[in-house]
Structures are given as C-alpha cells and as structure tokens.
C-alpha cells in the first residue's frame, strides 16, 4: 500500500552487483532466497539474527501491529481504558519505529556511509553548542555526539546485534517516548525547556538521523541536516534567504518537544492511517491474494498479443493495493511475469522496464496511493473522497496507456501470446459476457446500496451485526465455490508453458478474497468513516478471513491449499499466517515511520525559519515568474530529490517548500491553480524518481530479476513513464482531468477523451501507431493529443474567454453575468511581508436581482475615486475573503466571461488529422507489409 519502497543509494551496488552476475534465464542466476533478501534489505531489515534477539525483533514488531490495531478500534473508548491522544500515539509509534529501525538494519560499512555516520553528529555537536546560550550547560551535548560516533565507528555486523546497538535502540526508544511518560509536565513549560528536555531531545535528533541513514540510506539524513544547519545559521546565509538563526532552546523546543516538527501532521498520518493500510496489505498476502491477482491477470491477458507483459501491467496494478513497495511489487510479481515476457520475445531490458513502470504506478492509484493519499487530507485540508476523486482517472488513464505501450512493443516485434488451454468464445459471446459482466456488477451494487439503506435503519445499533452476518454468508459462499477449484500455485516460470489456466475456474478460485477489498472501499466511500477506521474494519475482517479459511476448506475440499487434512492443523496455519502478517505490516512500516519523522524535521525547520517565503523569491527570480518555468524546476527538484528520498518523504518535503509557491505565483500570473492539482503535481514526479537512473531502485530490482542491465532498464522504464510524467502538465492547466466540479456525465466523456489522447501521446512517443511512424506523423499525434487534452488552449486564440472591463464597471459585469459563472478580478495590493503583488482573484457571481445585490452577497465593499476603485472592506468568511481579497486592496482589471463556442468545436480538426495519419499509416503499411514491417522489428530487437 503506501510507499515502503525507499530510494536509498546506498543499496545500489548490491543490485547492480546481482545484475551483473546473473545469466540470461530465469531469475537471472539469483535464487528466490537471494530476492527476498534484496527486498528485505530495502524493505524490512536485513537483520533477524538467530535465537533470542532475532525472535525479540519478531515481538516487538508483532506488539507494534497489536497497539495500532487497540487505537484504532473502538474498543479503549468502550471499556474506558488505553485512550491515547494524538501526540502519546505519535510517540509510541516512533519508539517502535526507532526501535526496530537499530535491530534490524545493520550499518553499510562502506567509506562514504562511515564518513556520513561520524559527519553528521560530529557537524550536530557543534551546531547544538554554538546555538547554546548562557545558563544551558554544554559539556553533555560533545559526550552525546561522541557516543554516537564512537557506535558509528565500532560497526554494525549483520548476524548479530552487538551491546552498543541495543544502546542505540534503547536510548532512541526512550527519546521518543519522553513525550508520553512526561506529556502533563512538558505542556506546561511548552517554550521553556529545562536541562532534562535538551538532553532528551539532542540524544532523540542524533539517533533519529542515524536511524534514517540505517534504514533509508544518506539522502534524507543530509537533507535533514542541512535544514538544521539553516536553522542555526541563518544570519550567515545568504541575503535572499537569510533570517534571525534560532537558538538550541528554540530548535529543541519546536523539532522535539511539541508538534510542529518530528511528531507533526507527517508522523501523525503514519500513525492514524497508514500503518493500519500497510498491516491490511501484508494481512491479504499472507491469505494469498498476491498469488490470485498475479494468476487472474495471466488467465485473462496472457493469450493476447505480448500478453504476458500486459498481465504483469494489471497484476502489478491489483498487488499495489497490497504491496506499497515498489522493490517488493517487482520482486513479487516479476519473478513470475518477466521470464515469461522474455519466452514471447521481450528482451530483458524491456521485461525489466515494464515490470518497472507497473510496480512504480501502483503509488498513483486510488484508494492507497501509498501514504500520499493521507498526507493530502492533511496538507490540502479537503476530504479523503475527494483525493480519490481527483486522483482516479489520471492513474486510471496511466495505466490503459502502459497496457498500449505493452501492445505497441509485441506489434514492433511481431509477438504472439501464449496458447490457452480452448479456443476463445467467438466476438458475440464475448461481448454478451462482458455486457453480463457489467450488469451483475450495477445489480450487485444496487442491491448492496438498497439492503444497506434498509437494514440501517431498520435494526439500528444491532446493524452491524446483522451487516457481519451477511458479509459472512457471502464469504462462505464464496468459498465453497472456490473449495470446488483447485488450490492456485504460483507456476514455476522457468518451465515450459504448454497452454494458460483457464479464467472461470482460476477467477472463482479466490473471489472471496475481494470482500475485504469491498469492506475497505465501501467504508471509505460510501460511509465515509474515516481512513483510520476504514482501514480497521477491513484489517478486522481480513483477519477473521485467515483464521477461518483453512479450516473451512478442509471441511469443504477435504484440505487447505498447503495439504493440511486436519481441522485443527488448518486453524493452527491460520494462527501461523495471521502472526507472520501482523509482523511483515510493522516491518515494511520500519522505513515509513522513520521517514514521515526525519521529513517532520524539514518541514520543522520551513515553518520556524519562513524560509517557504524566501523560497518563493528564489524561485520567481529563476523563473522570471512564468508557471510553466516553475513547474518545470519543480518537477525537476522532485526527481532530484526522489533519488535519494522515499517518495513520501519526497512529497513532504517538496509539497512544504513549493506547492504554495506555485498557487500564488499562478494568481500572479492569472491562472487559478486549485491546490489538490499542485499536490498531485508534486507526487507524481516524486515517484517517477524511483524509476530514472541512476538511482532508480526498482529498475535495479527489476534487472537483478531479468538479467539485464540496471542502467538500459532504467532508461526504457523512464521511456514508458513519459505518460505518468505528462499527465501532471495537463491537470494542471485542465482541471477537468482531475473531476474538479465535474458532472458524472461530463467525466464519462472526460475520461473516453483524455484516454484516447494518452494513447495517441503513447502511440507518438513509442514511434509506432498502426506501423512506424515517420516524424511529422509523431508531431501530428502529438498535436492531436495536446488538441484533446487542452481544446480550450486553441480555442481562446479564436475567441477570447473572457472580456477585460475597466474596474468601473464591476457592478455591471456581475449584472450582466448568470449566477455561478467565474468572474476574475485583477488586483493590486501587498503581500504578507508587506511588498507589492498583482494577482488574480476568481469569484463565482452569486444570485441576485442586480449587481449591488451580487456584490453584497460576495461580502466587497468598495470605494470609486474616478476609475480608481478600492476594496473599502471584505466580509469575514465570506466568497470574496476565500478568493484572496482584503480592505485597501484595488482593482486594476476586471475579466467578465465572454460568450464563446464550445472548446470541444477543435476535436473536429483534431479528428481530421488523426484520420489523416490512419490513411498514411494503413497505405503505407498495406497488405503483407505489416507483417513484413513488424518481422524486421522483432529482428532488430531480438
């Protein structure tokens, strides 16, 4: 689920070393053994050595799911014990995090990681004795730094944890827990720390960073520390971003001591929310869901064109919903998907690649989207169901034009698919099984929706009860049709394919591993609980799931998947597989926890030092003020900040320091940039730096698994990513991608548009639509695309959207405009620091019976001084006060909207040079030589 997978370069030697030393089949020359440990090296420690420590690393990790799973149920406010609020859970959760990060992550040894680990703390000491003033005693901080460094330096062997690392974890877990054993006595004393809240907070600093360069590598230590270093020496910084510098009494107080940096909004949502979704993921693994979404996806799409490579897309797509690690997606899927795209002629760079580009996309889909999805609750204020709404159909679009690359690919290279076990239905009875298909579907949710509405009211508190027992009766039920199956077992991809699983049987094999699925969406989106208890209630009855379904299938099928005859050994395995879950959700949640902390560090240190604003004026000067300049050096801090961070880390840290930036220098600019799109814009490029080299650590993953090259994998990964990197471009400029006050009709049509111009956009940068494409044929796709996805950019050349009013004539245009139409006001007034800005204001006019009326009802008093009009006083809370406006304010411009054709008139044109293209491309192709064109491809690719 969310993004466990952690960019960290210190791990890249090791993959690229396994791809070096494998052979060309297979898993190329690494064991299924050797690819676990890659992924829990990334993932969730390398270290669980053997006896007593290593089954202490088991508790604690199996504790930390049990108190998740106590705070979010309902239970401590039932029986009125274990009520914790926000911060004491917070606290915990680092303890556990910080804990299990020194246990189980064993120090590289390498120069650069040795000379980091002895760096940073000593760089820290001094810092934290030079912000020290008269009366705080500094001979304690050097001994601090010094025990560090001397850990650092005395090693961190694999096999055993020796006594200065149990120091470490120790001593971490008791900073982090300082604030719930002593929560009364710091709130009141909050701004005036004593000795006993320096020495805490300096020791819980130390070892949190060198808790982040364990288990996430350097990157987001030296981030981190940087940040820390502008806290202190501000003055000495340069004039742009220079302030005051902040004392250790100051820094103490606001990083560790209270809620505005490592225990802030960023560690707060890995608490509340996206554990609980990490625990739900492993939960459903352990069940074997991983292994039937992976079967489904090749029992429906293997037997088409390049099929194999289209099932990893969708596999890849089901598993991200219970796999938030890129690394462990690829691993997971790959080692059954790419040998198999390889067998239909897929060399391994590109079976690499598409694995690749799969796995990472699993980030940008709804209802997980990794911890992101939380995070924009959050940051953006508005709630979870509308970030799923705004995030469904460009992740949607993403992932229908990776399965066109795939086509695309198999077509250069004259593929096939593989054989099915029958021939396939003729067209008819495949369209009358799909129109089937949907209408089961609609009914099924009607009837959800109406026995819901029914049953609520009808029972009242014994609901959910009655809820229970009809969700366990479709359970049962659904596993007696999968007892009729026979148990899926994940193939051996090395051998001979003689023919494809059949899809009825492999599909009813598991449908009752869905119902947890629809426990979690329905809670979300139609009862809207919140994500912490959606995500419970579904954890809960996941639970229930592994502990009934062997026993059930013994009774049903005579044995368990794995042969268990027993009643009572079946249950036993369930227990076995309910443990080994709770504990594979709070090890992947090792890194998120220590993550969404260090980050807390940074935004900390953006909120104290206001270096945000100062930001801005850096960021104006370079762009010379031009969106589209800024959103290109945004994308292009994301990704350089990407290789080295954790995607979430990556959004916290780019989203705190330039989404603001961006929506302010949009108004200045005269585009009204809803926030939701910034913060979208931000991730999306955050994630496409886990694909591009150099550091791309799922396309190392990837090549340790195909046998390729990690670099050329990389590169190709990135090729079939351009989609995803377009996509925030276009939302940005065209909210309607993102269903931003959108009809569900208008976002059918949306949706089957801006589709068809993704293909195209493939089909232009793949050089390949109905054959190869000659290069004014690219530019006319790409033309095309850009007309569908943008028509109003070509319209509003033709005719001007709005009409540009002297500020005069305010009251007029919002008499002469109809209720709910956008009306933009330029205006002139001074920024927060006091310095002159122009921005654009966009309000809605309101009812009423004439422009006096419409105005009062925006809440704008003004003043007119020949054509001079001044804003005299903004109602609180009111339309005009949310668009930005304020007393003393003037209005420079007024832009009413101007009456216009439709912007969908330029599909017209855009159709004709698309059929023009298709003509060129099927004459120059003609009988034969399509076939001739793609045989000379597949040998050029071979």
Excluded at 762 to 777: D, H, I, M, V, Y
Aim: glycine share 10%; aromatic share 10%; hydrophobic share 55%.
């Amino acid at each position: 689920m969310s993004e466990t997978d952690k960019n960290e370069s210190r791990k890249h030697d090791q993959f690229e070393a396994s791809a070096v030393e494998m052979g060309g089949s297979g898993h190329g020359g690494l064991s299924q053994s050797e690819l676990d440990e890659l992924v829990a090296s990334s993932d969730t420690g390398a270290r669980t050595p053997p006896g007593f420590v290593g089954k202490l690393i088991l508790t604690v990790a199996l504790c930390w799911s049990l108190f998740q799973l106590w705070i979010a149920s309902p239970i401590p406010f039932m029986v009125g014990f274990g009520v914790l609020n926000d911060t004491e859970t917070r606290s915990i959760h680092l303890a556990f995090a910080l804990f299990l990060a020194f246990m189980a992550y064993p120090a590289e040894r390498t120069k650069v990681q040795i000379g980091l680990g002895v760096g940073i703390p000593a760089l820290m000491t001094v810092l934290f004795i030079v912000g020290s003033k008269a009366g705080v005693p500094v001979w304690w901080i050097p001994i601090i730094g010094l025990a560090v460094i001397a850990a650092v330096l005395l090693g961190s062997p694999k096999s055993w944890v020796p006594p200065w690392e149990w120091a470490l974890a120790i001593l971490a877990a008791i900073a982090s827990l300082y604030i719930y054993f002593f929560y009364n006595d710091i709130s009141s004393r909050v701004g005036a720390p004593i000795l006993q809240d320096y020495v805490v907070s300096v020791i819980g600093i130390l070892l949190l960073l060198e808790a982040t360069r364990r288990s996430l590598g350097p990157a987001l230590m030296i981030v981190a520390s940087v940040f820390l270093v502008y806290t202190f020496l501000g003055p000495y910084m340069p004039g742009i971003i220079a302030h005051k510098g902040n004392t250790l009494s100051e820094v103490v107080n606001h990083q560790w001591i209270t809620t505005e940096g490592v225990f802030g909004i960023a560690l707060g949502v890995s608490t509340s929310f996206v554990f609980l979704f990490v625990l739900f993921g492993a939960l459903l693994d352990k069940a074997g869901a991983g292994n039937y979404f992976i079967q489904v996806a090749f029992s429906l799409m293997g037997h088409m064109r390049g099929g194999p490579a289209k099932a990893a897309v969708v596999s890849s797509a089901m598993t991200g919903l219970i796999s938030g690690s890129s690394i462990a997606n690829v691993v997971t899927t790959g080692t059954f998907t790419i040998p198999l795209m390889k067998k239909v002629g897929f060399s391994s760079e590109k079976a690499g690649a598409v694995e690749v580009a799969s796995s990472v996309n699993g980030q940008i889909m709804p209802p997980v989207m990794g911890a992101a999805a939380f995070l924009m609750v959050e940051y953006v204020g508005i709630p979870y169901f509308d970030v799923v709404k705004h995030a469904f159909l460009p992740a949607t679009i993403s992932y229908i034009a990776l399965v066109y690359i795939v086509h695309l690919e198999a077509m250069k290279a004259g593929m096939k698919g593989l054989p099915r076990a029958y021939e396939p239905s003729p067209l008819m009875r495949r369209m009358i099984g799909f129109l089937f298909g949907v209408v089961a579907i609609a009914l099924l949710g009607f009837l959800m929706k109406f026995t819901m509405g029914w049953i609520r009211p009808a029972f009242g508190p014994a609901a959910p009860y009655i809820i229970f027992g009809l969700l366990t009766a479709a359970y049962i039920g659904l596993l007696y049709v999968a007892s009729r199956e026979e148990p899926l077992e994940l193939d051996d991809p090395n051998a001979p394919v003689t023919e494809l699983p059949l899809p009825g049987p492999t599909v009813r094999s598991g449908l009752h591993f869905l119902l947890p699925v629809i426990v979690l969406v329905w809670a979300l989106m139609v009862d809207r609980l919140s994500p912490g208890l959606s995500a419970f209630w579904a954890t809960a009855y996941m639970i229930f799931i592994l502990l009934t379904q062997r026993p059930l299938m013994v009774m049903m099928r005579g044995t368990d998947r794995t042969g268990n005859a027993s009643t009572g050994a079946a249950f036993g395995a369930g227990i076995a597989d309910l443990i080994d879950g709770l504990i594979s959700g709070a090890r992947n949640m090792i890194g998120i926890g220590i993550a969404t902390a260090t980050a807390g560090i940074i935004v900390g240190a953006v909120s104290q030092t206001g270096v945000g604003s100062a930001l801005a004026d850096v960021v104006e000067v370079l762009s010379g003020g031009h969106l589209l300049a800024i959103l290109f050096l945004t994308a292009v801090l994301s990704l350089i900040l990407g290789m080295g961070l954790p995607t979430t880390a990556n959004y916290i840290v780019v989203s705190a320091l330039l989404a603001p930036v961006i929506v302010t220098l949009g108004q200045q600019n005269g585009l009204i940039v809803p926030l939701i799109a910034v913060h979208l814009f931000v991730f999306y490029f955050g994630i496409m730096a886990d694909v591009t080299p150099p550091v791309g650590l799922a396309s190392f993953a990837a090549a340790a698994v195909s046998g390729g090259d990690p670099i050329r994998t990389g590169v190709v990964a990135f090729f079939y990513s351009l989609r995803t990197a377009a996509l925030p471009f276009l939302f940005i400029f065209n909210t309607d991608l993102l269903l931003i006050n959108v009809d569900w009709i208008h976002g059918i049509f949306v949706f089957v548009t801006a589709t068809l111009a993704m293909l195209l956009f493939a089909a232009a940068t793949q050089g390949w639509f109905l054959t190869r494409n000659k290069s004014w044929e690219t530019l006319l796709l790409l033309l095309v695309a850009f007309a569908i996805f943008r028509p109003g950019f070509f319209m509003d050349y033709l005719y001007p959207p709005y009409d540009d009013l002297p500020p005069a004539q305010f009251q007029q245009a919002l008499a002469e405009s109809r209720p709910g139409d956008p009306l933009r006001l330029r205006i002139a007034g001074l920024n927060e620091v006091g310095d002159p800005v122009e921005f654009t204001a966009l309000l809605a006019v309101p009812e009423g019976a004439d422009g006096a009326e419409r105005q009062a009802a925006l809440g704008i008093e003004t003043i007119q001084n020949g054509d001079e009009v001044m804003i005299d006083n903004v109602a609180f809370d009111s339309p005009a006060q949310e668009a930005g406006l304020d007393w003393d304010q003037q209005i420079m411009l007024v832009r009413a909207p101007a009456p216009a054709p439709s912007k969908y008139w330029m599909y017209i044109p855009a159709a004709l040079i698309l059929a023009l293209v298709v003509w060129l491309q099927r004459r120059r192709a003609g009988p034969g030589q399509g076939a001739t064109a793609t045989r000379k491809e597949g040998v050029r690719h071979a």
